[in-house]
């Protein structure tokens, strides 16, 4: 005869979008449901549920990773940022999420939380990206209304408008 040992919740500790929070997870709970239950945070879109369109993209410790691919308990002690972080604390929107929406690089929205955070990592680490370099890291993810050409421009605007403020 075999015993079924209940999973032991486990306490999670980390920074969400610079905020200490801590809440308890079973171990084989996705991220991506902890952070929508646990804390509310419904901008992390579940579609694919297998790391393979990028809408649940979150940061983690600053590199992009996909939150329906990662358990809850991976992240204690780590920093995770959705895209509630790239804006101001009142409400604005930053270059990049701008360029977003004067480019038309979203209609319904679903894919844009994860591709504004991979793009986010993206920036960081390439600051004079090529048009290529840019549709390479969008191939990333999947996204069924935009073409993706708007969310081309978008980057590449913010690419120029951030090394114009760098070099003037």
Excluded: W
């Excluded at 992240?75 to 604005?92: E, K, M, N, P, Y």
Aim: overall charge neutral.
């Amino acid at each position: 005869m075999s015993v079924v040992v209940a999973a032991e919740r486990q306490l999670v500790k980390f920074r969400l979008n610079g905020k200490e929070v801590s809440a308890y997870a079973e171990p084989r709970l996705l991220l991506t449901d902890f952070l929508r239950k646990e804390f509310g945070s419904s901008e992390i879109h579940a579609a694919c549920e297998h790391g393979v369109c990028g809408a649940c993209t979150v940061l983690v410790d600053g590199m992009p990773a996909r939150s329906c691919l990662t358990f809850a308990v991976q992240i204690d002690g780590h920093l995770v940022d959705t895209v509630q972080s790239l804006g101001g604390a009142d409400g604005d929107l930053n270059d990049l999420q701008r360029n977003f929406r004067k480019r038309h690089g979203l209609q319904c929205g679903y894919c844009t939380p994860g591709i504004l955070m991979s793009t986010t990592a993206f920036l960081r680490d390439n600051l004079a990206p090529s048009e290529a370099d840019v549709r390479d890291m969008l191939s990333g993810h999947i996204c069924r209304c935009t073409g993706y050409v708007g969310m081309v421009q978008a980057i590449m605007d913010t690419v120029r408008e951030r090394n114009a403020k760098t070099f003037a």
